[in-house]
């Protein structure tokens, strides 16, 4: 599916449409379902942003959005979830957030397609750059949202500094009239892991939960400016009861650490860059695992 047009016009109108992004929402999966909410009102459906109910924001993203966004998302309770269709944003593995295919009417995504509902995958930095290149020919973004697409980009690019950052990507933020190099954002936006629980930190920050054609496992990450919990992390990755990625990602030093426990197999890797986990890292790890696996 590579035509978001197509898929939109295939939309059921029959029902209220709640575009969802993942569990424990960041920048990316909180601006992008907006957007496509926006969008999809512009073309007749009765749509809303959602989030499922108790899922907070992400720490190291709340002032980014605090300070750029009026969040007043549709709180979606679970019994509710067959009361409505769906349109997903920024994944497109349900198990991230409703849990069935069958009320999933279509997905935008930039990570690898977990082959479960009708999606656009692409290759954008982020997801709402994805949805602004290509819907653009039909939609007029005003600069309230251009500047929500700029937000989001920072983050995904992990403030230009990711592998995933391409020229491609840059110039669509130039078009649009941003600065691409995030100048001075890092400095104002950048939250170091909070380390004060170590133990939720470990199991939580940045947390997904994956299901690649019955590959499943979950992810966590820490992005700090040293390397002081390296070792404990790694720790706690290879001695956890589940199939489990973790990432340390040092961003003083702009390396990535992964560690990657399943079943009775352990894999460390390293990058001499700031790696991002929606495609280098994801990609390698299903890779081992197939290669082990099938």
């Known amino acids: 599916m590579n035509n978001i047009l197509e898929l939109i016009n295939n939309l059921d109108k029959r029902k209220k449409i709640l575009v969802i992004g993942h569990k424990k929402p960041d920048t990316d999966t909180i601006f992008s379902s907006y957007l496509m909410s926006n969008i999809l009102k512009s073309l007749g459906y009765d749509a809303n942003y959602a989030v499922l109910n108790g899922e907070k924001i992400s720490d190291d993203c709340l002032k980014q959005i605090e300070e750029n966004f009026d969040y007043s998302p549709f709180i979606l309770n679970k019994e509710d979830i067959p009361k409505y269709n769906y349109f997903l944003t920024d994944h497109n593995d349900i198990n991230q957030s409703i849990g069935d295919a069958s009320l999933v009417l279509g997905a935008i995504d930039h990570h690898p397609d977990a082959g479960m509902v009708k999606a656009i995958i692409t290759n954008y930095v982020s997801t709402c750059l994805a949805i602004y290149d290509i819907c653009s020919s039909f939609y007029k973004f005003n600069d309230y949202e251009k500047k929500l697409i700029y937000i989001a980009s920072m983050d995904d690019s992990n403030y230009g500094l990711n592998a995933r950052y391409k020229e491609s990507d840059k110039k669509i933020i130039k078009d649009m009239g941003f600065d691409e190099t995030f100048n001075g954002l890092f400095e104002k936006y950048f939250t170091p892991t909070d380390m004060s629980n170590k133990e939720k930190a470990f199991k939580e920050n940045g947390f997904k939960a ?22 404990e992390y790694k720790k706690f990755i290879y001695e956890s009861k589940e199939n489990i990625l973790g990432l340390y990602i040092d961003m003083k030093n702009l390396k990535t650490y992964t560690f990657l426990r399943y079943n009775e197999h352990y894999l460390e890797r390293s990058y001499d860059f700031i790696a991002p986990r929606s495609t280098i890292v994801l990609n390698n790890t299903l890779t081992y695992l197939r290669s082990v696996y099938e």
């Open 210 to 231: 994956y299901n690649f054609n019955g590959i499943k496992f979950i992810s966590t990450y820490l992005k700090l400016l040293n390397l002081d919990y390296l070792e």
